[in-house]
């Protein structure tokens, strides 16, 4: 299974909303659909599991959804701190986890 | 809150074997919960390499499964990857995470692996 994250940059002004975009290749099953953030010079910070359920301590301007084989991260109210590369990450079978390429949000 | 470091030599050499640690903290590792190592590369990037379950359990990402071993020892709280006849395309960060529902939630901060003479 292929994850597809378009485009590979976008650019925001923090107050705005982006929404981040994730095509599976498969069906993803149950809605196993995860997404992270990074910033350069850490790990992957889970945002995002099961498609739209937020993770521990994750602000509520964060929000996922999925729409057939489009999943989408979106944003609200940009935060100078959310400029970051986001990943998806989709649970299958083998192997287990895959991830998509990333966004990069930068400032404009 | 469960706390993962990674450990291990930064340098590998060309065909040899890499070799990682996970100390787990905060967290028995005895817990109903699979762990799991990641990689990262600018060429790949980010690559799931397997998984471990507390009872000795384990997946492992096809494409390297002829080269990968995850062991687990639940006295010491740790993990550990081992990865044989590394090549340069091994070079890259190296994570240790606690899986969660479907996903990778808690991971260590990563180690730098590089593989060269």
């Known amino acids: 299974s292929v994850l597809t994250q378009s485009p590979g940059t976008l650019s925001f002004s923090p107050g705005e909303r982006a929404t981040l975009s994730c095509r599976t290749s498969?069906?993803?099953?149950?809605?196993?659909l995860a997404w992270y953030q990074q910033k350069p010079g850490r790990a992957p910070r889970l945002l995002i599991f099961g498609a739209s359920t937020r993770a521990t301590g994750i602000p509520d301007r964060f929000s996922g959804s999925r729409s057939g084989a489009d999943f989408t991260l979106t944003i609200n109210r940009l935060e100078p701190e959310d400029f970051a590369v986001y990943y998806c990450q989709q649970y299958g079978t083998s192997p287990m986890y895959t991830f998509g390429q990333g966004t990069r949000l930068e400032i404009k | 809150q469960v706390q993962l470091q990674e450990s291990g030599p930064g340098l590998v050499r060309p065909s040899g074997t890499l070799s990682l640690t996970c100390a787990v903290s905060?967290?028995?590792?005895?817990?109903?919960?699979?762990w799991s190592w990641v990689r990262q590369s600018p060429e790949k990037g980010l690559e799931w390499i397997g998984e471990?379950?507390?009872?000795?359990?384990?997946h492992y990402n096809p494409s390297l499964k002829s080269r990968v071993t995850i062991s687990l020892d639940n006295f010491r709280s740790q993990f550990s990857l081992k990865l044989t006849s590394v090549t340069a395309a091994d070079t890259a960060i190296y994570y240790c995470a606690k899986n969660g529902a479907w996903c990778l939630e808690s991971w260590g901060r990563g180690t730098q692996v590089t593989v060269s003479s």
């Open positions: 905060g967290l028995s590792i005895n817990n109903n919960n699979w």
């Open positions: 471990i379950y507390h009872t000795g359990g384990t």
């Open positions: 498969q069906s993803v099953g149950n809605n196993y």
